[in-house]
């Protein structure tokens, strides 16, 4: 479970990016986090992750203080969400297999488990023919879905997607949606910031707008 | 089982520890294939740095060597108007070497002396044809141990011996070990101060080398904090790819300085007007040898670990 009790984050000392937000996300949720460029999205994010720490309120995951942490407590947390970066953050010496192995690395699982678990998720994503290329010989669409297989690998509790879809056609689209629907269904709490209404309306999920740093509305996404 | 947990944590996984450890050791090797040219940079820069080490050290050894050589002629005489009979002299030698800093006694008769000064009027013998051996003095001839070869150390063994009666004339050249004790002293204490510089400046040069390695490379620290690593997950990599890159640039250094002083001890006599092999010039011992690759490990961690501490510290 995500708990933002009244939070504000100010950067540098008078950029304000978010104001007074209080947000609940229960366990095995699927929410949309929408609104124009600079309305505080990634801010949002970042905090669930710990990149950011608020200035004022609470960020509570999983009953843990994110403000409250401990350094050893920090990576375990790190280790339970998946994150998709708005600029992806593939590492450019490595190959897209490897990429994606980090998360599992990162687990201490071994060697024989990892390989067969991303090429799993890379066949997934539709990527399978791609895994010995490195991140720069492919599209920034391809990229993206790397950046995916790369936060869903290891099963996390809980996913944050920050414009998973930014680059894709239609077709991939639909396919990025139904890997989240389908994490989803298999338990994994999921946040995803993203513009694309369309792509919103036909999730029929909860959206969350957000309009510079504050809660503007909520759409159930029930019809 | 307690210790080993609180390092590696729930990373330690499935895999289990001797897993992680290939882990890190495949990964460290793939590093340096992956950004195989700014390893290459370092390792060529630690290489250039740890040649200017062993070629001073080369030159601080032959200089020491050739010190130790001259000092070698350190000698103390005492000198006879007559022959001493064997009774009288292993009597004084007796007494002599139970001076302290004394090495060994010898005697000189002047039949011998003489035969010493004929030998080096090479050429010109004729000159002493009809000269009686009364002529020239017996003499001891007493070698100090190295410790006492300095110009103090000598004076005050005289001055001991001096006090044995029954002592003939003593002379020994206080100019030339004067002059022999400064050089020596000098080039120590220049040694020492060059040596501690070049060190430093090469601890310098290494650590900021790997600096900029562990630099160009920030955003894979970055993710992997993000993703959830530990610290130690995150160092040890770097870690041994820091000591590679020390060991090999060491390594390599040794190599190279053992190339070119083979190829000058074997063929610079053709050019010089000396032969380098009969000069009696040295490599450096080995384990000078040993502490230059150590040294280059330790810079290679230090560097890293020094490195790492500026970008791996996120709360
Ligand atoms: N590191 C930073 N330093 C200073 N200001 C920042 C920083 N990151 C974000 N901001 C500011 O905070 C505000 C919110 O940024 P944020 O990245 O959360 O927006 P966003 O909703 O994700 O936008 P986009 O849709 O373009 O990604 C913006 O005004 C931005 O300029
Ligand atoms: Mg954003």
């Known amino acids: 479970m995500i708990q933002l009790h009244n939070v504000s984050v100010t950067y540098q000392q008078d950029v304000c990016a978010l104001h007074g937000i209080s947000l609940m996300v229960p366990k095995g949720d699927f929410v949309f986090l929408t609104g124009a460029s600079g309305a505080g999205k990634s801010t949002l994010l970042k905090l669930i992750y710990a990149e950011i720490i608020p200035n004022r309120g609470q960020v509570i995951i999983d009953s843990q203080n994110i403000s409250r942490l401990t350094r050893s407590e920090l990576p375990p947390l790190r280790r339970s969400i998946g994150i998709v970066f708005q600029d992806f953050r593939l590492l450019p010496n490595r190959t897209v297999m490897e990429n994606v192995a980090i998360t599992l690395e990162v687990l201490g699982l071994g060697r024989k488990e990892i390989v067969e678990r991303v090429t799993r998720i890379l066949t997934q994503v539709g990527l399978e023919q791609r895994m010995q290329a490195t991140p720069c010989r492919l599209s920034g669409g391809e990229q993206q879905r790397v950046a995916l297989a790369r936060a869903l690998v290891n099963e996390p509790k809980i996913l944050l997607a920050d414009e998973p879809t930014g680059n894709l056609d239609d077709e991939n689209k639909a396919r990025v949606l139904a890997i989240l629907k389908e994490a989803n269904c298999r338990g994994t709490t999921i946040l995803v910031a993203s513009h694309d209404r369309r792509l919103i309306a036909s999730s029929h999920k909860r959206a969350v707008v957000l309009e510079r740093g504050e809660i503007r509305e909520v759409h159930d996404g029930a019809r | ?315």
């Open chain 2, 1 to 315: 089982m307690g210790r080993a947990k609180f390092l590696f944590g729930p990373v330690a996984g499935r895999g289990g520890i001797v897993g992680l450890i290939g882990y890190f050791f495949r990964r460290s090797f793939l590093n340096v294939r992956q950004n195989l040219l700014i390893n290459a940079l370092a390792v060529v820069t630690i290489t250039l740095s740890f040649l200017i080490v062993s070629l001073f050290l080369l030159l601080y050894v032959n200089l020491e060597g050739a010190g130790e050589l001259w000092s070698e002629k350190v000698q103390v005489t005492v000198y006879y108007d007559r022959e001493l009979n064997g009774n009288e002299f292993s009597a004084l030698k007796n007494v002599i070497m139970t001076l302290e800093g004394t090495g060994t006694v010898g005697y000189v008769s002047q039949d011998a002396a003489l035969k010493r000064f004929r030998a080096r009027l090479k050429g010109q013998e004729a000159l002493l044809d009809g000269v009686p051996p009364e002529v020239l003095p017996a003499s001891l001839e007493i070698r100090l141990k190295p410790a006492y070869r300095t110009s103090e150390a000598v004076e005050a063994y005289v001055s001991r011996l001096k006090k044995i009666p029954a002592i003939g004339e003593v002379q020994y050249g206080e100019e030339w070990v004067r002059r022999l004790t400064l050089f020596m002293n000098f080039m120590r204490f220049a040694g020492a101060l060059l040596g501690g510089f070049i060190a430093l400046a090469v601890l310098f040069i290494i650590s900021n080398t790997i600096k900029i390695t562990i630099y160009s490379r920030r955003e894979e620290v970055e993710l992997l904090e993000l993703v959830g690593a530990t610290r130690f997950f995150i160092k040890m990599p770097f870690l041994i790819e820091g000591m590679l890159q020390g060991f090999l640039g060491a390594l390599l250094a040794l190599v190279i300085l053992a190339a070119v002083s083979w190829a000058f001890f074997n063929h610079a006599g053709t050019f010089l007007l000396f032969n380098p092999q009969e000069a009696g010039l040295l490599f450096i011992p080995m384990e000078y040898c040993a502490a230059i690759i150590a040294a280059g490990i330790l810079a290679g961690f230090i560097g890293s670990l020094t490195s790492l501490h500026r970008f791996v510290n996120q709360s």
